[in-house]
């Protein structure tokens, strides 16, 4: 470095930083559009930044062996506020409009004959302050990345441990999750190698235009999405950064403060999915009810007995007692027509009307095991209800 201007021009720069910031804040206005429509608020940070910088040259002038301190000294006014709110090329800009402030004024700050040396010792600071807000950028980023890690991991245990708390959403929001409907989990195996698959997750659904949170809870990834137009498409595509083995969605619900649902439902369909060898991926939490209530699952069994039991029962003898002849003779309408000794058209007829009401077919090998499941439980539930 150069000779340093004297003490005298170090003493007169101090006494004009107020003013020189002033000056360097009113060309930021005139010449970056997008500092004129900063709120109120961050424009009187960058004034306070401004001023802090022209001090921070003062020091650096007495002390050239060292860098310049930008966090404590020129960021300290608004530390993660500036950051959030001014990208890191806005902040050169700020900058260079400060240094070409202090630059024209070079000839009424300096003593006589100091005006050389002090416009030099600016153009080497500008340097040197430009190279310390990249780095104080960089460790700001990786600072807000593993609080945003940690975060995620807070919100998506709560998901998965059901919890409802009015606070989630709160947190989802820090963490830029937009608050849009439908919300759903999806859930499967973390892959096996040493592949970063929360990132290539985010990756995947926000090049579809989806919000998405990730979560690795044991061996188990955890991803809560929302908002995206065409679930289906997104929920295909991610599916494909899982683990090797089933991956299942939970029902869509309208908000993230429920989203606790639809983790519930997946987690136990996951835990069930063994037993349906053949199931789709992504395969839905819905449709491994059967599965999830031989698992012990009673939001299954209950949803059984409602969907299907119930409506059953409610419809009259005449059509359960089809649907079980059905089942027994295999799906076989004709040998079922013989055994009621009614036409294979009224065994049609009733199966038809079974099928509207629980949505299950029993001539459908997945529907049959279904309704077979759903009246075997309802059974048992009624005989235990005998015994109390």
């Not at 961050?42 to 921070?56: C, H, K, P």
């Not at 299907?308 to 003779?329: C, I, K, Y």
Request: proline share 6%.
């Amino acid at each position: 470095m150069s000779v340093a201007p004297s003490e005298a021009t170090l003493r007169r720069l101090e006494r004009s930083s107020g003013a020189l910031a002033t000056q360097a804040v009113a060309r930021m206005d005139e010449e970056l559009p997008w500092f004129r429509a900063m709120p109120a608020a961050q424009r009187s940070w960058v004034t306070l930044v401004a001023q802090a910088g022209i001090a921070s040259l003062v020091e650096w002038c007495r002390n050239p062996g060292r860098p310049p301190r930008l966090t404590g000294e020129v960021f300290g006014a608004a530390p993660r506020e500036l950051m959030n709110a001014v990208p890191l090329k806005r902040s050169v800009d700020l900058i260079k409009v400060t240094v070409e402030v202090v630059e024209d004024r070079v000839e009424q700050v300096a003593e006589p004959g100091d005006a050389d040396r002090l416009r030099l010792t600016v153009l080497q600071f500008s340097r040197e302050i430009a190279f310390a807000a990249a780095h104080v950028y960089a460790s700001f980023a990786e600072n807000r990345g593993a609080w945003d890690a940690r975060l995620e991991a807070l919100v998506v245990d709560a998901l998965v441990r059901g919890d409802r708390s009015e606070e989630l959403p709160g947190r989802a929001a820090a963490l830029g999750w937009a608050e849009t409907a439908p919300v759903v989990v999806l859930v499967g195996s973390a892959p096996p190698d040493d592949s970063d698959s929360r990132a290539a997750v985010r990756r995947a659904a926000r090049s579809m235009g989806c919000e998405v949170l990730v979560g690795v809870h044991a061996d188990e990834l955890v991803v809560v999405l929302g908002g995206a137009q065409d679930l289906t498409q997104v929920t295909a595509r991610v599916c494909r950064e899982f683990g090797p083995g089933p991956v299942v969605l939970g029902p869509q619900v309208d908000s993230l403060a429920h989203a606790g649902e639809s983790a519930t439902a997946a987690l136990a369909g996951l835990h069930a999915a063994a037993a349906w060898p053949d199931a789709p991926r992504p395969v839905d939490a819905e449709d491994l009810l059967p599965e999830r209530a031989l698992d012990g699952d009673p939001l299954a069994r209950a949803a059984l007995a409602e969907r299907v039991a119930v409506p059953l029962q409610d419809a009259g003898g005449e059509v359960l007692e089809t649907v079980r002849t059905v089942l027994g003779n295999g799906g076989n309408l004709e040998a079922t027509a013989r055994a009621m000794f009614v036409h294979t058209n009224t065994v049609r007829y009733r199966l038809k009307r079974a099928a509207e009401l629980t949505g299950y077919s029993a001539t459908d090998p997945r529907g049959a095991w279904t309704l077979q499941l759903a009246l075997a439980l309802a059974q048992l539930d009624g005989a235990r209800s005998l015994w109390h």
